[in-house]
């Protein structure tokens, strides 16, 4: 018996070793992804609307190329990159994938991504905004095509607002409420209103890098202008930082509602708990149904010392490995055509990324009357906050933030600790990049 | 399980003197026991060679480096494991593992044992009663931790609307790291308690009813059978129990993240979930990796130890 263990221990390392040595050696399988020299296989994740959009458009390219087939692969969101990583690591990934931009950057300053240098002119790029175009390169090259944004802006409920005698709402962004009023209006909510907590915001889990919009309106930056160091630790920061942990002191949202929660900000506004919900527009399809139209409205993000929103939406991206690197372009350059494009938003309830559809009216199929106000929203978005949240070790950063914020809102961590606490981190990051 | 003795070993032949017929035919008819005994355990090690043992040595090898999974490692010695000493969300996360291991095995075996003696005798329904308390188990840990979200809910959740029907206040689950971990314990216990009858009930129907007959005449109530005749009976089911609940206990995750997260706070993050976000959302890897090789050595030892001491392993039963 004891022989038997000392074989299969022995066969154990030699295997490790031959994995390991194969694997440092480059003898890892090409592209077995892929499903043939005429097929692109596509890994998604996706609202029931955006994958029958995504269906259409593979249906629509395989009808402009004769022979071609393009294989969507559907994955859970929270699945999504550790899959993706396992794949690209076997070198078994997809040709396409969409990635969203916070997690882009990883992917592109480790070399998994196509370089669209090639396939992609300077007029081409001149279609994006540049704060979008910024956030699909690295280094100067493009590995994505930005496909659509969404952002956070705020619904709220028109039955609490009159029931705590609020008569308006802001029309436009530079109307938006300033910290102080937006404060002022959670306390008649919390006093008027029996029983609701005046808002839910949608920084839960992954979404932790939205707390950023705060820092942004208070004039402070998670990364200094070089993107080399933190810069967290400023009076923007720490105004930043105990405004939103007022939150909680003073009741303004549901106390179960932070960082770790499972409490989204549509759950709990359809279930009638708040009177206001930070939401992105991708949510309007689940709100939509449950929710009468009439009840519900929207409004701009509070403004602080500047306007700021969060940089939602996705790219997608080919990767290195692919067969078929011109017809996986030339998918990428089909789904950003102007028409491709607005088809997929209007389905989707999404914002384009394109110039010439910016100020275009779509015909979203759910809630068009609020997609105008989600559209400027977006409009306070910059390139210089576009670049804070791409950099290549965002991923690790935005999971410090999960815990960092956290310990702030529910353990009352002080500000200028939580703040110390993200910048060590951060730094850290960047240092592993 | 088993209720009988483990035989005794068979005794080694003597070696032979000399190389006559009969010695000749033993050592063949050896040779095709030992080859048949490899045929048969050969798929088996083959699987546990490539599926355990390789990625086991490699886990070993990637916790002293530094590695996003993606771009090529770099070594980092003991880095990684100094960092975890220095680090005291991971020693948090041990704790929580031990408090989550302590709350939940002696309960979810108590209920076990309790239901399985209850469902040992006969009674109208038992197939349905005894599906009804397995069911949780055969459902996806994640599936059962979404109805789990459900009801412990802070603000929606049927837990505390019920509570509130009855005039109590409400829980607070997410807000609180006591009733947080509470929630977490309580969804174990509902989704373990079905295994733990099963095993237990294989047990009782495997000791014999002359021994339960013999105690009547001897006029042994209930406490007495139970404490003389069917725990000490039942102690290879209790071992075994013990090592897989252990193991089960300290391996959680499912669970934990899609209920809490670990939240609020750190209150209910375990060292598997701890694990998962440093190497999936953190990308760091060879970190990830030293945690899951300190829980390694944390279980081995528990087992060599439970190995070494139990009395009733498989002596009774």
Redesign the interface.
């Known amino acids: 018996m004891a022989v ?1 263990r000392r074989v ?2 022995g ?3 030699a ?2 070793g031959a ?2 040595f194969a694997r ?1 050696s480059g003898f890892s399988p090409s592209n077995t992804g892929a499903g043939g020299p005429d097929t692109l296989t596509f890994s998604l994740w996706g609202s029931d609307a955006e994958v029958a959009a995504f269906r259409a458009l593979g249906r629509a390219f395989e009808r402009r190329h004769q022979g071609v087939r393009v294989q969507i692969r559907l994955e859970s969101y929270e699945q999504m ?2 899959n993706m ?2 794949l ?2 076997g070198g078994r990934a997809p040709d396409l994938f969409r990635c969203d931009y916070a997690n882009l950057g ?2 592109s300053a ?3 991504l196509l370089d669209l240098s090639p396939y992609f002119s300077p007029a081409d790029r001149a279609g994006f905004p540049p704060a979008l175009w910024e956030a699909v390169c690295h280094e100067g090259r493009p590995y994505a095509v930005p496909h659509h944004t969404d952002t956070t802006a705020v619904l709220y409920r028109k039955d609490m607002f009159r029931e705590a005698g609020i008569t308006s709402v802001p029309s436009t962004l530079e109307e938006a409420w300033t910290w102080d009023e937006f404060s002022e209006i959670c306390a008649r909510l919390r006093k008027k209103v029996h029983g609701v907590y005046p808002f839910v915001y949608g920084w839960q ?2 979404g932790a890098f939205r707390w950023l919009t705060w820092l942004w309106e208070a004039g402070g930056r998670i990364l200094d202008k070089d993107l080399s160091a933190p810069a967290i630790e400023s009076a923007a920061g720490l105004r930043a930082m105990r405004y939103t942990q007022d939150f909680f002191r003073e009741g303004f949202v ?3 509602s ?6 989204y900000p549509d ?2 506004f359809v ?1 009638g ?1 708040v009177a206001m919900s930070f939401a992105g527009d991708f949510l309007l399809p689940t709100i939509d149904p449950a929710l009468k139209k009439e009840l519900y409205g929207v409004t701009f993000q509070p403004r602080g010392r500047q306007t700021a929103t969060d940089l939602g939406g996705n790219a997608v991206a080919a990767t290195r490995h692919t067969d078929n690197p011109e017809l996986a372009a030339a998918f990428l350059k089909f789904l950003v055509e102007e028409e491709n494009m607005a088809r997929f938003c209007e389905q989707g309830v999404m914002l384009p990324s394109r110039n010439a559809l910016l100020n275009q009216r779509l015909d979203y199929a759910v809630r068009p009357d609020l997609m105008s106000t989600y559209a400027e929203q977006a409009t306070a978005l910059t390139p210089a906050m576009t670049a804070q949240v791409a950099v290549p070790s965002f ?2 950063i ?3 933030l ?2 960092e914020l ?2 702030a809102f ?2 009352r961590q002080p500000a200028d600790v939580t703040l110390h606490h993200i910048a060590e981190s951060t730094r850290k ?1 960047l240092a ?1 990049a | 399980m088993a209720t009988t003795a483990s035989p005794p070993r068979a005794v080694r032949p003597q070696a032979p003197a000399n190389n006559s017929p009969a010695p000749r035919a033993r050592r063949a008819a050896r040779f095709r026991e030992t080859l048949a005994a490899y045929c048969t ?1 050969g798929p088996n ?1 083959v699987l ?3 599926f355990l ?6 886990a070993v ?1 990637l916790s002293f480096q ?1 590695s ?5 490692a770099s070594w980092a010695g003991l880095a990684n494991y100094r960092q975890l000493a220095d680090d005291p ?1 991971f020693w948090r996360t041990v704790l929580n593992t031990g408090i989550f291991c302590v709350a939940t095995v002696p309960v979810e075996m108590a209920i076990g044992l309790g239901v399985a003696l209850l469902f040992n005798k006969v009674m109208p329904a038992r197939p349905l009663w005894r599906t009804l308390v397995y069911l949780p188990m055969v459902l996806s840990g994640v599936a059962t931790a979404l109805i789990g ?1 459900l009801m412990f ?4 959740g049927l837990l505390n609307k019920l509570l509130g029907t009855l005039g109590l206040p409400a829980a ?4 609180s790291g006591t009733a947080a971990m509470a929630s977490v314990v309580l969804i174990t216990l509902w989704m373990r308690a079905g295994f733990n009858m099963v095993i237990y009930l294989a047990g009782l129907q495997g000791i014999s009813p002359e021994m339960y007959e013999a105690a009547d005449v001897e006029g042994a109530g209930f406490w007495q059978r139970l404490r003389h005749i069917t725990i000490p009976l039942l102690g290879p089911s209790t071992f075994f129990l013990l090592i897989m609940n252990v193991i089960y206990s300290f391996q959680v995750f499912d669970t934990v993240y ?9 209150s209910t993050d375990v060292m598997i979930t701890y694990a998962y ?2 190497g ?5 890897q060879g970190y990830a990796a030293a945690i899951g090789i300190v829980l390694y050595v944390i279980v081995m030892i528990f087992t060599a130890l439970q190995w070494r001491f139990s009395k009733n392993r498989d002596t009774v039963g």
């Open positions: 038997a299969v221990l066969a154990a390392v295997g490790a994995v390991g440092r990159y550790a990583d396992a690209l690591a990883m992917y480790s070399g998994q889990q992954v549901p106390p179960n932070s960082v770790k929660s499972a409490a759950s709990t279930a708990t991923g690790r935005n999971a410090a999960q815990d956290e310990a529910v353990n990051a592993s | 355990l090690l546990v060679t490539l043992l390789v990625p086991l040595v490699m090898v530094y996003t999974g993606l771009d090529s969300v979200t809910d802070q603000n929606i607070p689950w997410q807000t899609v209920m809490t997260l670990g939240g609020p706070g750190h976000r440093n999936f959302q953190g990308r760091q």
